[in-house]
């Protein structure tokens, strides 16, 4: 089946600028996470949607970060008047039923290709 | 506070030269702990879940196994198709929706 998938792949903007990343998760699953990696680190936590709304946004750096997931589906994370330092790769990933809900293995995370974002 | 170490940084090995990576971790306690593998430009795939001590999973030519202090990710007779950057994850007592990531072991295959 369909894995994650992530829009656009790749996105160059100039500082000051708005973007969204979106994220489709893969069919049925209920859990949608949000990270952001640079380069030779893993994964940061931004947020976590359980359903349509944000479980844990604990991650998320200041308050231009912002994510929504209206329909419990595809979710956009929309990062208002960029800076340098936001650029990096926006992972997305997607669980059958959250960590703190699920049985074993219900609460593997699947990765998406990532955004490539880069603020010039 | 929880935290995941992973060692070496990179590791350079000859096609055939057997290896291991390591993933120590210092939590509350463990409810899990995952190995991704992740290629250039991708985003990371799942490899392994560990729940409890002395577990083992094995995939052709990996095997993750578990203690209370730390995993090891063992790789036996690698090809230079398993170069990449191996990720090791924890999801701990103290959290319960994130995974604490640690920041990964990159590892050249040389033919």
């Known amino acids: 089946g369909a894995g994650v998938s992530q829009t656009p792949s790749n996105k160059v903007t100039e500082k000051g600028k708005y973007v969204e990343l979106r994220c489709d998760p893969i069919?049925?699953?209920?859990?949608l996470y949000w990270y952001r990696q640079s380069l030779g680190q893993g994964p940061e936590f931004l947020i976590y949607?359980?359903?349509?709304?944000?479980?844990?946004d604990s991650g998320l750096p200041n308050d231009r970060f912002f994510a929504v997931r209206p329909e419990g589906s595809v979710s956009t994370l929309k990062i208002q008047r960029t800076e340098r330092g936001d650029s990096a790769v926006y992972l997305c990933?997607?669980?059958?039923?959250?960590?703190?809900?699920?049985?074993?293995?219900?609460?593997?995370?699947?990765f998406g290709p990532g955004t490539r974002l880069l603020v010039l | 506070e929880d935290q995941v170490t992973q060692s070496p940084e990179a590791l350079r090995l000859q096609e055939g030269e057997s290896s291991s990576l390591n993933c120590s971790y210092t939590v509350s306690g463990l409810r899990g702990l995952f190995w991704y593998r992740q290629d250039p430009g991708k985003g990371p795939e799942f490899l392994f879940t560990?729940?409890?001590?002395?577990e083992e999973k094995e995939k052709e030519r990996l095997k993750a196994t578990l203690t209370k202090k730390e995993s090891f990710l063992h790789i036996t007779a690698p090809k230079p198709e398993d170069s990449a950057t191996y990720l090791c994850a924890v999801h701990s007592l103290n959290s319960n929706y994130q995974l604490i990531w640690g920041a990964g072991t990159k590892l050249i295959i040389k033919p």
């Open positions: 990933a997607s669980s059958l039923k959250p960590l703190h809900l699920s049985g074993r293995g219900e609460e593997t995370q699947y």
């Open positions: 949607f359980q359903g349509t709304g944000a479980a844990d």
């Open positions: 069919s049925g699953h209920t859990a």
């Open positions: 560990l729940y409890s001590a002395g």
